[in-house]
């Protein structure tokens, strides 16, 4: 079964497909500015950012995934 998204992980998967471009930690810090409450800081933002582009891992195939039954789905 696949993991659902979360608020936060919904935020990021929104961010990414307005900001395709943007490098990560810019994505990050226009997270953090718009949504305070939400990201506790920059790095906090930015290692969700990651995650969601499948950056963490050596691996990593450089695109952002999108688990299955996210908000963008539909």
């Known amino acids: ?8 992980g919904a935020t990021v998967l929104e961010y990414l497909e307005r900001f395709p471009d943007l490098p990560s930690r810019s994505i990050a810090r226009k997270l ?5 409450l ?8 930015r290692a969700l950012v990651r995650y969601y582009r499948g950056q963490n891992r050596k691996s990593a195939s450089g695109k952002f995934h999108k688990p299955a039954g996210s908000v963008l789905d539909g």
Do not use: L
């Not at 079964?1 to 936060?8: D, L, P, R, S």
């Open 1 to 8: 079964m696949a993991k659902k998204v979360t608020i936060t």
């Open 32 to 36: 953090n500015e718009d949504h305070p």
């Open 38 to 45: 939400v990201f506790t800081g920059i790095e906090a933002a």
